[in-house]
Every structure is written in structure tokens, then in C-alpha cells.
């Protein structure tokens, strides 16, 4: 069946904001949704993006790029975020008006990432922007290595066949977390979310919802729903959104 209204594609993106009091760093995901006629939105596709090993991730650690993995729903999501077996809610809810084109590239966008994520092209960084992988990209170009790999007594070049080729592999892999690789997904359809340009993360899960807060003040299509829970029962709808 195929669909008449633009209006029917959505993404919908769902933010988590920190809570230091209980070490919660925060968590941003995007899905896309397909209405059709009155029935209700259906999720055609997801992207979350954790480290393989939460343990691993800490403060000594926020620059060191580790394993990561995509979650395949939400409800996966809200299992990570749950605590003492209590589905954590996200803070706040997005849901943006796509055309047929701008899902399509979303969609595409998606599967890419996800695909870079179970292949281990990109992998989890808390702080991508600062992380050390590009120190090391930075120092193994093929000329350094060359050198450093010479012969240590006539100091001539010795190939390294597979070295090279390892090189080429090494500098094609990527650091992102949660929040940065939402916005890809979000900038690849024109719905753009501009990076921090001084602090260490580019993008975090704060500065997602913050700057998603600014766009529905001047699109008055995009409909936010607010966790009651979380803002402590304040009323946050002075923006006169559409609350779902």
C-alpha cells in the first residue's frame, strides 16, 4: 500500500538527560516511523548506540574508543536504562515530520551505521571529539611507519606489505557515541543539530535535547512529549506543544 501524506513519515528521537546524582550520563536514540491511514505509527527502523562493555566506560576511559552495539528497538534501550528492574523513561520525546525522501535517507543512514557498529568500523567513545584514535590515526601514516620499520642498521625502507594494508583499514575507523551518531542520522535528511564547537563530547545527550527544544520553538509540526517523572511533575509545556 503505499502512502500518500509526508505527514504519515516520521523520526521520532528519544533523550535521556544526565543525572549526575545517579551517575547517569545520559542516552539519545532516533526510529522512524510509518503511519498509515488511522492506524497507529508503526517503527520501521531504529539506531542506539551503547558500549559492548558498560564497565569499561568511565572517566579514565572517556577517550578510549571500545567495542560498540546497536540496539534493534526501544524497548532495548529502556532495558539499559533500567535500574533495580525499573524501565528507565526517557526525559523527552521528539517526534519530526519527514517527507518520503527524508525518511528514505534516514533509513539509508541508519543502516549504514548500524552496519559500521556490529563490524567494529565504529566503535564507543564517550568524548569522540578528543578521543586518542585520531592521535594514533594522526601518527600512522604510511611515510611514518615506513621509517619506523626500516632496516635499523642502513636505515633503507622494507616492505610491509600487510602493514600497509593494515594502515588503510585502521584509518577508515570511526569514534562516535549515542548522541553523535543520532545526529548523523538526523543532519543526513537536512534536520540539523549543530555541534558544541568548544566541549570535548561534540554532541551529548543534554545538547541534543536542547537544541531539538530550540527547533520545535520554530516548527510548530514537531510535537514533544515531556517525562513528567523526570522534570519532577513541573509543568514544561510553554511552548504550547502537542504532548502524545
Known amino acids: 500500500m503505499s502512502i500518500q501524506s509526508s505527514n504519515q513519515y516520521s523520526a521520532r528521537v528519544r533523550v535521556w538527560r544526565p543525572i549526575a546524582q545517579e551517575g547517569r550520563c545520559g542516552h539519545v536514540t532516533v526510529s522512524l516511523e510509518v503511519k498509515t491511514g488511522e492506524k497507529p505509527s508503526v517503527t520501521q527502523n531504529h539506531l542506539g548506540l551503547w558500549p559492548k562493555h558498560g564497565w569499561k566506560v568511565h572517566f579514565f576511559s572517556s577517550m578510549v574508543p571500545v567495542l560498540g552495539v546497536s540496539t534493534q528497538n526501544s524497548h532495548e534501550d529502556l532495558l539499559r536504562e533500567s535500574h ?99 545526529v548523523k542520522v538526523l543532519n543526513s535528511a537536512g534536520v540539523s543539530v549543530q555541534p558544541s564547537k568548544i566541549a570535548p563530547w561534540e554532541h551529548s545527550p543534554l545538547g541534543v535535547g536542547m537544541a531539538l527544544n530550540h527547533l520545535s520553538t520554530q516548527r510548530n509540526d514537531i510535537s514533544v512529549k515531556y517525562n513528567a517523572n523526570y522534570y519532577n511533575n513541573k509543568s514544561f509545556d510553554e511552548n504550547g506543544k502537542n504532548f502524545e
Do not use: W
Not at 533495580?84 to 517527507?99: C, G, I, M, Q, R
Not at 556490529?118 to 600512522?140: E, R
Open 84 to 182: 533495580n528492574d525499573h524501565a528507565f523513561e526517557p526525559s523527552e520525546s521528539y517526534k519530526v515530520p519527514l517527507t518520503e525522501e527524508q525518511y528514505h535517507l534516514m533509513d539509508n543512514q541508519i543502516c549504514m551505521e548500524r552496519e559500521k557498529i556490529n563490524s567494529g568500523v565504529t566503535a564507543y567513545c564517550l568524548l569522540p571529539k578528543i578521543s586518542i584514535l585520531k592521535l594514533l590515526q594522526g601518527a600512522a601514516q604510511k611515510d611514518v611507519v615506513n621509517y619506523t620499520h626500516s632496516c635499523p642498521i642502513t636505515h633503507l625502507p622494507m616492505e610491509h606489505n600487510n602493514l600497509t594494508d593494515d594502515i588503510g583499514a585502521f584509518q577508515h575507523l570511526t569514534v562516535e557515541n549515542c548522541a553523535t551518531v543520532a
